[in-house]
C-alpha cells in the first residue's frame, strides 16, 4: 500500500477500500511551489489527500505568514473560504482533489462515502483543535520534536522561516 495511503487509513480511521473508492472519483492535481488552494478570497470548498509534497496553513501577521499546521503524504484538507488563514503549497506538491458539489453527490448516492466526508471533516477539527491545545501546553521543543517525527525531513523540504514552534 502506498505511504500516503497507509498514513491516511491509520491517522484518519477510515477504511482502506472506501478511501480507494474515493480516490478513483477523484482527480490528481499538481500543485507549484507558492500555490495558494485555499484563502478568504477563494469561494470554491473542496478536499485535497495529499500524495506528495508538503503545504501549510497559516495565517498573516504584519505581512509575514506563520504557520499553523504543515500537512504531509497523507493528510486531508478541506479548504473553505476562511478569513482566518490560508492553504499553501510550499513543496512541489501532488494531491488527488474533489470540489464541493461533487462531494455532495457523491455523499447524496451513497450512505459510505458520507460517512467517509464526514469522519475527514471530523477529524479536521480534531487535528486543529489538538493543535490548538499543543500550543498551549507543550514546550517549545516538544511541539519541535513532534513535528520532526511527523515529517521527519521538514528541515530539508521547507525554509526555515515557515518552521515556527514558539508560542502564538
Known sequence: MEAYLKKLCFEYQVDEKEVKELLARMEMVYLDKGETIASATMPEQSLYIIVSGILHTYTTHEGEDRTIRFLSEGDAVLCYNSSQYAVKALTKCAAYYISEEEIEELCATSISFANLVR???????????????????????????????????ILYRVPLKYINVSSK
Do not use: C, G, H, W
Open 119 to 153: 469522519q475527514l471533516m471530523e477529524y479536521q477539527f480534531y487535528f486543529k483543535e489538538e493543535e490548538n491545545m499543543n500550543v498551549r501546553k507543550l514546550t517549545v521543543r516538544e511541539r519541535y520534536l513532534s513535528l520532526l517525527a511527523e515529517i521527519p525531513d
